[in-house]
Nanobody
Framework: QVQLVESGGGLVHTGGSLRLSCAAS????????MGWFRQAPGKEREFVANINWSDSSNYAASVKGRFTISRDNAKNTVYLQMNSLKPEDTAVYYC???????????WGQGTQVTVSS
């Protein structure tokens, strides 16, 4: 069982930056693929970025070049550095983990990010 707790959300102006953190429980964190997803009001949850055990990462086209995902296995934490934020980045951001396959089995409670224009 893995528990995920996000933090770092908040209100920021267009062009600003935020860093989200996701702290994970469990002794096998380093083996998990960790992902960030987001859900804006009235929209479906969408993929933002992920990072696997070897630090290989993937990004949604909408955030590539602006967001950076990283992990610190010693701290059981994954980060999402978000720069050049836009109003359309406003959403609840969720951290998720998967050990194998393509389905994310574990999810955090989410943290709100609001970008004002």
């Amino acid at each position: 069982q893995v528990q995920l707790v996000e933090s770092g959300g908040g209100l920021v102006h267009t062009g600003g930056s935020l860093r989200l953190s996701c702290a994970a429980s469990g002794r096998t964190f380093s083996t998990y693929t960790m992902g960030w997803f987001r859900q804006a009001p009235g929209k479906e949850r969408e993929f933002v970025a992920n990072i696997n055990w070897s630090d290989s990462s993937n990004y949604a086209a909408s955030v590539k070049g602006r967001f950076t995902i990283s992990r610190d296995n010693a701290k059981n934490t994954v980060y999402l550095q978000m720069n050049s934020l836009k109003p359309e980045d406003t959403a609840v951001y969720y951290c998720a983990a998967r050990s194998s396959g393509l389905v994310y089995k574990y999810w955090g409670q989410g943290t709100q990010v609001t970008v004002s224009s």
